[in-house]
């Protein structure tokens, strides 16, 4: 009900902090992105980009197929390979990617247990905490956006990213204020990876999975206001 009555925003560039749910969906399509079969088929905008930095120092996430009674965990992809717990990316570096017999074998490496069905995909994520608590990264904010939940996920191809914010909320001197509606933020996945400036100490915790809050420090806001 907190997010009723919501009125939109003036348009231009302000700090966006995203809560576990709209962070963990960025990442998860970040990741999943870094499939071995879409960058060789060459329909992924991480395209050349292993081992090269695509986001802010940051950002470390860790692939983890074997945590105890997390979701994605099991003892072996869908190939029979065992899972590994991978860092996918590591202070903004693009590490590894995620592979399954066919792509390893194209690459001359070998698989690291992510084969899902046809494909490669991730499995539980954690993303390396912080050393701020949520509320201190919203109370160092003048003026923002706070999105709870929003599908900021890019294209997969191009990285571009266009999306409404559904559930969001104006921050003002450092606290969470009025409801908004008809925002959208857009931009480049890079551009928005690269502006990452505080992950949270505190998170949500879903089987296997953390969902910390994620700080962009500036992002391109739509507004009508």
Request: hydrophobic share 40%; with cysteine.
């Given at each position: 009900?907190?997010?009723l009555g919501g009125k939109s925003l003036p348009?231009?560039?302000?700090?966006?902090?995203?809560?576990?749910?709209?962070?963990?969906?960025?990442?998860?399509?970040?990741?999943?992105?870094?499939?071995?079969?879409?960058?060789?088929?060459?329909?992924?905008?991480?395209?050349?980009?292993?081992?090269?930095?695509?986001?802010?120092?940051?950002?470390?996430?860790?692939?983890?197929?074997?945590?105890?009674?997390?979701?994605?965990?099991?003892?072996?992809?869908?190939?029979?390979?065992?899972?590994?717990?991978?860092?996918?990316?590591?202070?903004?570096?693009?590490?590894?990617?995620?592979?399954?017999?066919?792509?390893?074998?194209?690459?001359?490496?070998?698989?690291?247990?992510?084969?899902?069905?046809?494909?490669?995909?991730?499995?539980?994520?954690?993303?390396?905490?912080?050393?701020?608590?949520?509320?201190?990264?919203?109370?160092?904010?003048?003026?923002?956006?706070?999105?709870?939940?929003?599908?900021?996920?890019?294209?997969?191809?191009?990285?571009?990213?266009?999306?409404m914010v559904d559930f969001g909320l104006a921050?003002?001197?450092?606290?969470?204020?009025?409801p908004v509606a008809n925002v959208n933020i857009?931009?480049?996945?890079?551009?928005?990876?690269?502006?990452?400036?505080?992950?949270?100490?505190?998170?949500?915790?879903?089987?296997?999975?953390?969902?910390?809050?994620?700080?962009?420090?500036?992002?391109?806001?739509?507004?009508?206001?």
């Open positions: 009900m907190r997010y348009s231009g560039e302000m700090p966006v902090v995203l809560g576990p749910l709209a962070a963990a969906a960025l990442i998860e399509a970040v990741v999943a992105s870094a499939s071995a079969e879409n960058i060789q088929r060459r329909r992924s905008f991480l395209v050349g980009k292993l081992g090269k930095r695509i986001a802010s120092k940051h950002l470390t996430v860790v692939d983890d197929g074997l945590v105890p009674a997390g979701i994605y965990s099991s003892p072996t992809d869908s190939e029979g390979v065992p899972r590994e717990r991978l860092t996918v990316i590591e202070r903004g570096v693009l590490r590894c990617l995620l592979h399954n017999t066919y792509t390893a074998g194209k690459a001359r490496t070998r698989s690291n247990g992510h084969c899902a069905g046809a494909g490669c995909a991730p499995t539980n994520l954690r993303p390396v905490l912080g050393d701020a608590t949520a509320e201190e990264i919203v109370a160092d904010v003048k003026r923002g956006l706070f999105i709870n939940s929003a599908s900021i996920a890019p294209n997969a191809s191009s990285g571009d990213v266009s999306a921050i003002e001197n450092g606290r969470l204020g009025a857009g931009g480049h996945v890079f551009d928005l990876l690269a502006a990452v400036d505080a992950v949270s100490s505190d998170c949500r915790e879903e089987p296997g999975c953390l969902l910390p809050t994620v700080r962009i420090a500036k992002a391109h806001v739509s507004g009508s206001g």
